[in-house]
Every structure is written in C-alpha cells, then in structure tokens.
C-alpha cells in the first residue's frame, strides 16, 4: 500500500539533511551521495504514490494530533497527509527536480572544489524535505509550519557563501520579504481557526466546504460581525500576503532576482519546485476557499497579470543571464495567478508543472554556461558557444522555446491555456479580467524576446572574450540532467491538449483536467468551476476562440523572437538599450522599486540611525515605532494623576456624568 | 473529570444537612472571632508589644478560615442542591462566595505572615492586625452578600479599615498622603454607592437582589432613567472597589503610600472582593435590564470601562521610575481584564458562566501573583535599598531565590506560557471570543504585550544589571517575609497544572448564578 | 400626599449640592460634611420610598447608612488629624506629593 509510505517521502531527504550535517565531512562528496539516493527513494514512492492515486483515488490520514484544546469549541492541532492527483502530481515535480538538482551539484559545486559541501547538502535536504512536508499537508497550520521551513532554508542556501558581501545581504533580504508577507499568513491561520474551528483542506468540515457553506447560508460560523462574503475575502487576502512574499509577486517581488547570490543550482530549486512554488500551491491547494471569493479572486488575477507583465519588462535590459531568468521566474509565476484568479485551476496547475521543467531546465542550463565561463555571468562576455557545448545548447534552446511559447513545446501549451481561462471568463460579464488578460497578452512578446535576446547573446555570434573562446567543459553530471529537462520542456505539453481537444472534436485527450477531477468531492477541478463565480463568453464558437487566441498569442510571441532574432543574432552584436533613451534606467534600476523602499525606510526613521535601521528591515521599524509611540502615549497618560485629590473627585465626576449622559442618551431613558 | 467534581459527586448529601445551616458562614464567624481575640489580648495585657503574638493569632485565624473554606468548597456546601441562604436571604453561600473567600483568606494569610518582619518595631501591632482582620472580615461577608443592604454595609466594613491601614504609618508622609487620598475618593464614591442604591430602591421596592430582579422582570419603561442612574451609579460604587477607571485614582497613590504588605494586600484581595460582589449583583439582580426595553446596557458600560481601564493602566504602567508605582498601575490594568468577565455578558448568552467563571479564576491566580510581587518590595522596603528601576539593579546577586520568584511573579502577570497567568489570561480571552466580544480581547491582548516591556524591566534589573553599590544595606534574611514570598511563587508555578480544576470550579460557580 | 417624582427632584439637588461642595472646597472638614449630604441625600430617597412601597426596608436601611456614616467620619476625622501632625495643614490640595 504505497500511502503508507508517504511519510517516508518526507522523511528520507530530512534523513539526508541530518547525515550531511553530521557525518558529511566524513563522507565522499560531501553528502552528496546520500543526498542524490535519498531524494531518487523519494522520487520512486512519489510515483508510486502518484500510480496509487490514479487506481484508487485520493488518501487523507490525520498522522498525529499534537495540541488539542479544551472549552467549547475543542481545537485540534494535526500533523496529516492529503494525497490527491494535485499533491501527487507536486510530489514527483519537486522529487524529480531535487534529484536533477543534488546529481547536478556534483557538477556545480564539487567538481568546482567549494568548500562547505556538507553545509550545503544539508540545506538542500532540508530544503527539499520542508518542500515536501508542505505539499502533503492536511491543513492549513501545518502548511503554515512548513512554508515556514522552506522561508528558512531558503535563507541558509541563498546564504551558503556567507563569507562575501552580496549573498548575507541577499539572504536577509529574501527572509525579512518574505517573512513580511507570512505575517499576514499567520494572522490568516488564526483568522480561519477562529472562523471555522478548523483549517483542515478536506472533508465535510473542512474550512473550504464550510465557508461555500456558510456563504450559501446553510451553516453559520463566526465572521465577527462582517457579512460571510466580505469576511472570507478578508481572511483570503490574509493568506495571500504569505503566497505574494513567497511566489515573489508584486509588491513583494524585490528578494527574487537578489536571491540569485545563491549558488545557481539552488536558484534552479527555489524558481522551480520549491519556494516561490510553495506560494501558488497553496492557492490551489485552498481554492474552494478563494473560489467563494469574487473579490479575492479578482485581486488574485489583477496581481498576476500586472507582475506578468511588470517582471517581463525588467527583464529586457538585464546584462547577467541569471538576473533574466530570475525576472522571467516573477513573471511566469504572474501567469500562474493570474490563471488562478481568472478561475483556471486546472490551467494553473498545467503552467506551474510546464514551468517547474523548463524553468529547472533554462537555470542548470546557465549554470552550465557558468561553469564553462568560470563563474563570470555577464552575457555581454559570452558568444559562439553554441558549438562548444551542444548538449547545453540544444537542450537551453528548448527550454526558451517553451518559455517564450512557440508551439508546439511545452510552455506554449500551458500559457495558452491560461490566456485562454482569461478570455473566456472575461467575455463572460467580467471586463475586469479582461483587462488582466491584456496584460498577460502583452508580457507575450517580452517574454519571447528578452528570452532569445539571452539565448543569441550566450551561444550565437562570435566569442567575445578569450574564456568564451575556451570554455571549460562539463561533465556527465552536467548533461544528464539537462538532457532529461531538456526532453520534459518539448513533450510535457502532451499531458493537456485542450485546444486541439476543442478545436478536432476529439474526446479524452485532457488527461490533466481528467486527472485533477479524481480527487476527493470538493476538492476536484469540476466543483472549482461549478462554484466559480465567472461564466465564459466566446468570439464566434469555442473553437474559433481558442485558434484566435492561440493564433494571437503565438503571432505575438513570434513577433518577439524575430525581433530578438533581427537586433542580436548577429556576428557582432551591440547593445541596443540606447534606443530606450530615459526607459533603459529606469528598467535597469527595476523602476527603482528598491530605492523606492529605501526612500520609505529613510522617511520613516529618524535620520541618524538611518543605515543601522534598515539594516534591520521594515518591521523592526514598525516594532520600535509602536514601542516609542506607547511609551510617548503612556507619559501622557499617567499625568491625569495629577496629584491633587479634588481634580481626582472632579475627573471621577466628570467620568461618571459623560457615562451617565452617553448612556442615557442612546439608551433613550429619558423619552 | 476533575478531582473536585469527583468529590462532589461523592457527597451526595451536603455538609449542611449533618450541619446545621449556620455553620455555612464558619469562614466569615472565624474571621471575626479573631478580630475579636486579637482586640482581647491587646485589652488584656495592654502596652505589650506582642507583634509575635498576634501575627501568630492572626495567621490561624486567617489559616483556620481558608481550611473551612476549601473544605467547604470540595464537600459541596452551597453548591449541591443549591445555595443556602440565611438571615432572610440577606445572606447567601454559594459556590462563587467560597471561591472568593479562598482568594481572601489566602492573601490575607500571606500578608500577615510577611507583616511579622514588616512590623518589627512598630508599636500598635495590635491594632495593625485586628484592622487587618476585620478588613478580611468586610470582603467574607461582600462575597456571600445577597441584599444590597449587606452590599452596602460589608462594602463599608472593607472600607474602613483599609483607610487606617493605608494610613498606618502615621509619620511617614507618603502613608498618610494616600490614607487621605484613598478616604476622600472612597466616601464619595460610597456617597455615589448610596445614591445609586437608593434609586434602584425607589423603582423596585426592595434591596434583596432576588426581589430587585423580580421588580426588574417587566421592564423600567418610564423609570428607565432613574433605574438607569441608579444601576450606573452602583457600577461606580464597584469600580471604585476594583480600582477601574474613573474611579481608580486613589489606587495609584494608595498602593504607592502604604505600607507594601498593606498595598499587596488592597490590590489583591480588596479587588477581588470589589469583583465577586459586583458579579452577584450584576448577574443575579440587572440581569434583566439588558433586553428590556429601553435597555439599560450595562455591559456595554462595563466593556467600555474595561477597555479605557487596561489602555490606561498598561499604558501609564509603561512609563514609571517607582517598581512600586509601576505594580500600582498594573493592578489597575489587570482590573481591566477583570471587568471583560462583566462586560462580556449578554442577555442569556450560553457563555455568561464561562466567561465569569475565567474572570474569577484569573483573580485567584492575580491574588497569589500580585500578592508576591507586592511582597518582593516589601521584603525590598524592609532592607531599604530604594524604589526605583535603578535601586533594584544586581539584586539577584544578594537575594537570588526571592529574585527568582519575582521572576516568577512578573512574567506571570505579563501572562508569558510558563506560569499560572498564561491559562487565566487565555481562559478570558477566548471565552470573550467565544461569547462575541473578540475586540476585547483584541484590547487585553495588545496590552498584555504591551505589559511584558515594563514587567521585563523588572527582570533586566534584577538578573541582568549589575549592582551599583546600594546593595550593602542588605544584611538581614527576613524569614517571614521570604516565606510568604517563596509561599506565592510556588502557588502561582503550581498554578499551571492545577489550572483546568481552578477553571471548572470557577466556571460551576459562576454558571450556577445564571442557572 | 405628595408625588414620588418631588421626593427624587428633592434628593437629587441634596445630591448636586454635596457634590458641588466636594469638588469646590479645599478644607477636608467640608469635603467631609459634603460627602455627608450626599449620603442623606440617599436617606430622603430611602425614607421617602419606603413610605411610597409600603414596606420598612428604606427606613431601616437609612439607620444604616447613618451609622456607617458616622463610623466614616470617626476614622476620616483620625486620617485628617495626621494630616494636620504632618502636613501642618487641613487642606486637600497639600497633599500632593504623590503624582503621575
């Protein structure tokens, strides 16, 4: 019975994390053997679990109750797994990539001769096991804790090389960012615990199924004296500030590209099967939640498009490869959002699975190219290595392929799918989505074009420096991963061809929409839509308007490329930036969003602890403010003891007539 | 199932019907007859100074009342089939009266073993503890009042004393500066008292609190104004007892002035005694003002109050130089948390016995941690080395275990998950929340952080700071002192597993008024 | 006979007279003498119901509150005696050493 061993999937790279941290010094590779068998167990009872689901459905069990409480409403505190075709389905994306991701430092880290290894195995493990515990979470406070742990890890890793300027500086960046957002979580996590008395995902009283409930007034819960609508919106947008810390979405977007310090295999984990994945995975997880929510899921989408389309654009103009991946990261994550708050479930999923791939693909491929450059990551000294390293080209070039969206590979499937949710939702009497959709349509050719921007800068032309000229090789370790991504990003698309589906007539090739409907009742893609609050509208017939819209999105993804094609695949190319005149700086300086926090953080401290204020981040500062306000309030306060006892009898007086007065009034004592 | 309800259960038959029905007020009779002995004995050998003497019959007195009182409590007097009453119904024991006269008995207890070295060399011991008694002896017979005559006299017999007591040290200037200020507020807000009960007399006929609940039963409409005065004005009357805002101003002074064991003693078990009473009357008496029409809504009067109280008693606490002050102001915001089991009453509400039932627990568990903490400046007092934050700087190198247990006293009343405090804080707050009323316990909840910062300061000082050379003072251990000191610190550590029974006691108690 | 509402009018003016003379005087002689009448203020509401209820409860209670009074005025007449020792006045506003 495979569901019996899904605790094993958690704890065999936790069993990693403990041995490279205590026995990697004494171990070859520094952990990293155990680390690449622990995370490959994981991934084979994955698919077992994942072939297990498919047989004989969705499997909850609550594991153990750690806290329970006493009084009217007896609280319990679970640790639980919830194995249904979504988590099944993240399992064995996060299991693959840490796999590819542990084989692939073998070539990154080792074989480069850092020191810490064990250090760093020992971050990925925990890494990848806190990953995994939140996926199989049962209820929200557990997913809560381990959201908590991947913050934390991502830490350590983006931190491992502590000893320079750039990577502590980037890590406290994406803990306090982060951790910024969760604080709205938890106050989220509290909020639905008092509503519901409960935070379980699944089950008749579970938070989701009570609050469709409660909002079809079959049920009453305490929604503290707001309409239910109106109160679970506000617990929704609570939960999300956590998801837009954690997905990097606008406004909380600005640790992303910093986190890119780390070393790029971890870049490679974070962007595409953990961390940043974490955020709309919980979205999904509780979308019966949000799906009650009109509003919420407006904002959701609004959210999304905007960052689709805001992040793209900063990417355009960046000179390191890793910085246009990171960009690119932030706005494919605004495509996920925005399909999810345009009602696409099933959408989302195909992109954040479409995604993981070619995203996981496109940075071990930069870090390919980084290792040959010797750790210089400026794409302006790259050129012609192309013919120097075939594997990782052929395999890069897939992976753009898909990123940008060119039919027939994997990402053009996925983003199709959720320009599509977009359209139809907005034809649908909801103009607001439509405007969403525009954003997503117009971040298309960006997408297209800084993405072969980058690929014709690294591997095309000439070489333009002597390390492009002579490449230092890689290793097998290199290859092996890219070459399985590289297969994934062109075929992954298969699992989900909903337009061809549509547009042929034939029956039974969604297998993603099929597979997401095997879930427990309301947990299943069909009851996401049927409590949706959008209906679909169309130009002409359904099949008319998913060729328009894939004919749209496409055409504009090819005008991208060529326009890339025509400005940087030449011998010799040059920087065009100029051409932007006073929009290159202020795409360069990212809209000058950090200096804009800066400016805040300047503002609202007093001006000579400016430098050690900030250091200490936002809400330290809200911290010492509210301290110095109530203390100011409090020598305030304690001087109505005024020492004199007659004003004492003239204020107890004074107190009793106002209550008097207040009371009598409203009360209407004296009509 | 709780040890206590076991025993309940066991006891089928009540004490009361083996004893007579008199025998319920053994706590209160107690009480006075050691007032009494103490006065005999002064009377009898006059001019001696016989401060041993009478601590060691105060303590027995006080000692043989709270063992009656638990014995009571846990054979089930008053509480299996029903309270009994005396004297007409002027007299009521209950689950709720024996509960409180625990609380007193115990603080009184206490007190008087730390006055012993408080007191040596004083002269008029005699009087210091037959005052103390008979203070004890007014808040026994508030706890079991059940008329607002008895209100208003035992209320009266609290009073009194206290001012003398207040005023105790006759030549220190502080002393007397608070015994006046404590007096003067307190006789006109007994004046208000008055008033109020007169108006509640004119519109119902009667003072027993059964009868003024019948004569509420059919609404106020056309003496809602009069009636509404008057239970307002009673409200203030109970206010000025709990020291909650506005009638809280003596508290600042009289817990700063008076002798410390005196202050542990007022702002421990005088409040409690101001709150059991104003439950009962509340509870058992207005109950019925709160849907009449129009209402006359009390709790929403009280809810206010609460809230102004804890903002203002955290707040003011915050920023004071005086650890002595500092507790002043914190007792009041904890009379704060204390009125939330008023204010989040509702007219039938399912979770009026709870939230009562968690205001009375977290009394019992303020009445040992405050008490401490008073005592800890007693003891500091006792050795002269000073009031301020500075003063107590380093003590932990000189006095580590009653540093300890001051420790232990401040991060239970700023309600840290360790100690007694966590659950009776928590208690209140989620049944506030539970019976609706979840921005008061938003308000008790931002105080109660705000109140870690000045309770911690205490801690900084003693454990942290290093001594700045006014420590050499200390060169006796006050035995008495350290024991009621140690005494509390145990109770308020032990506190947190016998929790849960304090809670269903309390909670049985208090759902027995609103059966 | 005369209306309830008269007696209420009646004890309600006692009442502001007293509290008026709380608030405005310094010497604690009036204060006390102040507090006085508005506890007798209580006293005519008490008797005057008890008369109008038809029951002794009122004018038993007012007993009370005369005796209590005086008991209050026996000890507030020790506290302002050591006021005087210490402070060499009878003046509430002296005291005020303690503040804030």
């Given at each position: 019975m495979a569901f019996e061993y899904v605790p094993a999937i958690v704890l065999l790279p936790f069993l990693s994390f403990v041995i490279a941290l205590f026995a990697g010094k004494y171990l070859p590779k520094g952990g990293a053997l155990a680390g690449i068998a622990a995370t490959a167990g994981s991934l084979l009872l994955s698919i077992w679990a994942f072939l297990t689901v498919r047989?004989?459905?969705?499997?909850?069990?609550?594991?153990?109750?750690?806290?329970?409480?006493?009084?009217?409403?007896?609280?319990?505190?679970?640790?639980?797994?919830?194995?249904?075709?979504?988590?099944?389905?993240?399992?064995?994306?996060?299991?693959?990539?840490?796999?590819?991701?542990?084989?692939?430092?073998?070539?990154?880290?080792?074989?480069?001769?850092?020191?810490?290894?064990?250090?760093?195995?020992?971050?990925?493990?925990?890494?990848?096991?806190?990953?995994?515990?939140?996926?199989?979470?049962?209820?929200?406070?557990?997913?809560?804790m381990f959201f908590e742990l991947v913050g934390l890890c991502s830490y350590l890793l983006i931190g491992f090389w502590f000893r320079e300027d750039g990577p502590p500086s980037a890590a406290k960046k994406a803990f306090l960012v982060t951790r910024f957002g969760d604080y709205f979580f938890l106050i989220g996590v509290v909020a639905v615990f008092s509503t519901f008395g409960t935070a379980a995902f699944v089950g008749a009283e579970s938070f989701p199924v009570l609050a469709e409930e409660a909002v079809a007034g079959d049920v009453t819960v305490n929604t503290f004296g707001f309409d239910p609508t109106t109160w679970f919106t506000i617990v929704g947008l609570l939960v999300l500030g956590g998801v837009v810390g954690k997905s990097a979405q606008f406004p909380l977007h600005t640790w992303l590209p910093d986190a890119m310090e780390g070393p790029t295999p971890v870049s490679a984990l974070i962007h595409a099967a953990t961390m940043v994945a974490a955020g709309v995975y919980l979205v999904a997880r509780m979308y019966g939640f949000y799906a009650v929510s009109p509003t919420a899921l407006a904002i959701i989408a609004f959210i999304g498009g905007f960052t689709a389309l805001f992040a793209a654009t900063m990417g355009v103009v960046k000179r390191e490869i890793k910085q246009v991946l990171a960009y690119s990261t932030i706005s494919q994550y605004g495509y996920m959002m925005l399909a999810l708050g345009a009602g696409g479930y099933v959408a989302a999923t195909f992109h954040l699975m479409t995604h993981a791939f070619f995203k996981a693909l496109l940075f071990l491929g930069a870090g390919s190219v980084i290792i040959a450059m010797h750790h210089n990551e400026n794409m302006w000294d790259m050129g012609g290595l192309k013919d120097k390293m075939p594997v990782t080209?052929?395999?890069?070039?897939?992976?753009?392929?898909?990123?940008?969206?060119?039919?027939?590979?994997?990402?053009?499937?996925?983003?199709?799918?959720?320009?599509?949710?977009?359209?139809?939702?907005?034809?649908?009497?909801?103009?607001?989505?439509?405007?969403?959709?525009?954003?997503?349509?117009?971040?298309?050719?960006?997408?297209?074009?800084?993405?072969?921007?980058?690929?014709?800068?690294?591997?095309?032309?000439?070489?333009?420096?002597?390390?492009?000229?002579?490449?230092?090789?890689?290793?097998?370790?290199?290859?092996?991963?890219?070459?399985?991504?590289?297969?994934?990003?062109?075929?992954?698309?298969?699992?989900?061809?909903?337009?061809?589906?549509?547009?042929?007539?034939?029956?039974?090739?969604?297998?993603?929409?099929?597979?997401?409907?095997?879930?427990?009742?309301?947990?299943?893609?069909?009851?996401?839509?049927?409590?949706?609050?959008?209906?679909?509208?169309?130009?002409?017939?359904?099949?008319?308007?998913?060729?328009?819209?894939?004919?749209?999105?496409?055409?504009?993804?090819?005008?991208?490329?060529?326009?890339?094609?025509?400005?940087?695949?030449?011998?010799?190319?040059?920087?065009?930036?100029?051409?932007?005149?006073?929009?290159?700086?202020?795409?360069?300086?990212?809209?000058y969003q950090d200096e804009f926090q800066v400016w805040i953080a300047n503002r609202t401290q007093s001006v000579a602890s400016v430098a050690d204020t900030f250091d200490q981040g936002v809400i330290d500062g809200v911290v010492n403010g509210v301290s110095s306000v109530s203390l100011f309030s409090g020598s305030r306060v304690r001087r109505i003891q005024t020492g004199v006892v007659t004003n004492y009898a003239a204020l107890l007086t004074l107190g009793l007539t106002a209550l008097l007065l207040a009371f009598g009034l409203l009360g209407g004592w004296f009509l | 199932m709780s040890a206590v309800s076991i025993v309940n259960a066991a006891a089928a038959a009540p004490l009361q019907v083996v004893l007579p029905e008199w025998t319920a007020i053994a706590p209160v009779l107690i009480l006075a007859l050691t007032g009494l002995l103490l006065l005999t004995i002064d009377a009898i050998w006059p001019g001696r100074n016989g401060n041993t003497t009478f601590a060691f019959v105060s303590a027995l007195g006080s000692l043989a009342a709270l063992t009656v009182t638990v014995w009571y409590l846990v054979a089930g007097t008053g509480q299996v089939g029903g309270s009994i009453t005396l004297f007409s119904e002027a007299i009521v024991v209950d689950g709720m009266a024996l509960f409180f006269t625990a609380i007193f008995t115990s603080v009184a207890a206490l007190v008087v073993v730390a006055s012993h070295d408080y007191l040596a060399g004083h002269e008029n011991a005699a009087s210091y503890y037959s005052l103390l008694m008979f203070a004890t002896l007014g808040m026994a017979l508030m706890a079991v009042s059940n008329s607002l005559a008895t209100v208003f006299v035992s209320l009266e017999m609290a009073s009194l004393p206290s001012y003398a007591l207040v005023g105790f040290l006759k030549k220190n200037r502080g002393s007397v500066e608070s015994s006046l200020k404590y007096f003067l507020i307190g006789a006109l807000s007994s004046a208000v008292f008055a008033f109020g009960i007169s108006l509640v007399y004119a519109v119902t006929g009667s003072l027993l609190l059964s009868e003024v609940a019948a004569g509420f039963d059919d609404g106020v409409a056309g003496f809602a104004g009069v009636a509404g005065i008057g239970v307002l004005m009673i409200a203030g009357g109970f206010a000025y007892k709990t020291a909650?805002?506005?009638?809280?101003?003596?508290?600042?002074?009289?817990?700063?002035?008076?002798?410390?064991?005196?202050?542990?003693?007022?702002?421990?078990?005088?409040?409690?005694?101001?709150?059991?009473?104003?439950?009962?009357?509340?509870?058992?008496?207005?109950?019925?003002?709160?849907?009449?029409?129009?209402?006359?809504?009390?709790?929403?009067?009280?809810?206010?109050?609460?809230?102004?109280?804890?903002?203002?008693?955290?707040?003011?606490?915050?920023?004071?130089?005086?650890?002595?002050?500092?507790?002043?102001?914190?007792?009041?915001?904890?009379?704060?948390?204390?009125?939330?089991?008023?204010?989040?009453?509702?007219?039938?509400?399912?979770?009026?016995?709870?939230?009562?039932?968690?205001?009375?627990?977290?009394?019992?568990?303020?009445?040992?941690?405050?008490?401490?903490?008073?005592?800890?400046?007693?003891?500091?007092?006792?050795?002269?080395?000073?009031?301020?934050?500075?003063?107590?700087?380093?003590?932990?190198?000189?006095?580590?275990?009653?540093?300890?247990?001051?420790?232990?006293?401040?991060?239970?009343?700023?309600?840290?998950?360790?100690?007694?405090?966590?659950?009776?804080?928590?208690?209140?707050?989620?049944?506030?929340?539970?019976?609706?009323?979840?921005?008061?316990?938003?308000?008790?909840?931002?105080?109660?952080?705000?109140?870690?910062?000045?309770?911690?300061?205490?801690?900084?000082?003693?454990?942290?700071?290093?001594?700045?050379?006014?420590?050499?003072?200390?060169?006796?251990?006050?035995?008495?002192?350290?024991?009621?000191?140690?005494?509390?610190?145990?109770?308020?550590?032990?506190?947190?597993?016998?929790?849960?029974?304090?809670?269903?006691?309390?909670?049985?108690?208090?759902?027995?008024?609103?059966? | 006979m005369v209306p309830a509402q008269y007696y209420l009018l009646l004890s309600a003016a006692v009442f502001c007279i007293g509290l008026f003379g709380v608030l405005t005087r310094d010497n604690a002689l009036y204060f006390l003498m102040s507090v006085e009448l508005m506890l007798n203020a209580a006293n005519i509401n008490f008797v005057a119901f008890s008369l109008f209820w038809g029951n002794l409860t009122g004018q038993t209670f007012a007993l009370f509150v005369i005796a209590l009074a005086a008991a209050e005025v026996a000890i507030g007449i020790g506290i302002i005696l050591v006021l005087y020792r210490n402070f060499g006045s009878v003046s509430v506003t002296d005291a005020a050493t303690m503040r804030w």
């Open positions: 047989s004989q459905g969705a499997y909850q069990e609550t594991i153990y109750t750690w806290a329970s409480g006493f009084g009217e409403q007896p609280w319990e505190l679970t640790f639980g797994v919830l194995i249904d075709p979504l988590s099944a389905m993240m399992l064995v994306i996060v299991t693959l990539i840490a796999t590819l991701v542990h084989v692939f430092s073998l070539g990154y880290m080792n074989d480069e001769g850092e020191t810490g290894l064990p250090r760093y195995y020992a971050g990925l493990g925990l890494f990848t096991a806190s990953m995994l515990g939140f996926v199989v979470a049962d209820n929200l406070l557990m997913a809560f080209y052929w395999t890069f070039l897939a992976g753009s392929l898909a990123l940008a969206g060119i039919f027939p590979f994997s990402g053009f499937w996925s983003k199709d799918e959720v320009l599509y949710e977009a359209l139809i939702h907005g034809l649908g009497g909801s103009p607001l989505l439509l405007g969403a959709y525009a954003m997503g349509l117009l971040a298309v050719p960006v997408t297209a074009f800084y993405t072969f921007r980058m690929v014709y800068l690294t591997f095309h032309g000439e070489p333009r420096t002597d390390t492009a000229r002579n490449p230092e090789p890689v290793r097998w370790n290199v290859k092996f991963p890219l070459s399985v991504l590289g297969v994934l990003a062109v075929v992954a698309g298969l699992v989900n061809m909903v337009p061809v589906q549509k547009v042929l007539g034939l029956e039974g090739i969604d297998y993603l929409h099929q597979w997401l409907d095997q879930s427990f009742d309301p947990l299943t893609a069909h009851h996401y839509a049927e409590v949706s609050p959008y209906s679909s509208g169309y130009i002409g017939g359904e099949a008319t308007t998913v060729l328009v819209g894939a004919a749209v999105s496409l055409g504009l993804a090819l005008a991208g490329l060529l326009l890339a094609t025509y400005l940087y695949n030449v011998a010799e190319p040059t920087e065009h930036t100029a051409k932007l005149g006073a929009i290159k700086d202020v795409l360069y300086n990212n809209y | 909650s805002v506005p009638f809280h101003f003596w508290a600042p002074e009289a817990y700063e002035g008076a002798p410390a064991p005196i202050s542990a003693f007022l702002s421990s078990a005088s409040k409690a005694a101001g709150f059991v009473v104003a439950f009962r009357v509340f509870s058992t008496s207005f109950m019925p003002l709160l849907d009449a029409t129009p209402a006359i809504d009390w709790a929403l009067a009280f809810a206010v109050l609460a809230v102004v109280t804890m903002v203002l008693g955290n707040f003011a606490a915050a920023t004071q130089e005086n650890v002595k002050r500092m507790l002043a102001y914190s007792s009041i915001g904890h009379a704060g948390y204390a009125l939330i089991g008023l204010a989040a009453l509702t007219a039938g509400g399912p979770h009026n016995g709870d939230v009562m039932g968690a205001a009375m627990a977290h009394l019992l568990i303020y009445g040992f941690m405050n008490t401490g903490a008073f005592l800890f400046i007693a003891m500091v007092e006792y050795w002269g080395v000073g009031r301020t934050f500075e003063d107590y700087a380093g003590l932990s190198t000189k006095a580590p275990f009653a540093s300890l247990a001051m420790a232990v006293f401040m991060f239970s009343l700023a309600g840290l998950p360790v100690f007694g405090g966590f659950f009776s804080k928590y208690a209140l707050f989620a049944s506030a929340v539970s019976a609706g009323f979840w921005w008061l316990a938003a308000v008790g909840a931002i105080t109660s952080a705000l109140s870690l910062y000045y309770y911690s300061r205490v801690v900084k000082a003693l454990w942290i700071e290093q001594p700045n050379g006014n420590l050499d003072a200390i060169d006796s251990k006050p035995t008495g002192l350290y024991a009621a000191v140690i005494f509390a610190a145990v109770a308020t550590v032990l506190l947190l597993p016998g929790f849960p029974i304090a809670l269903e006691t309390a909670e049985a108690a208090a759902s027995a008024l609103f059966a | -």
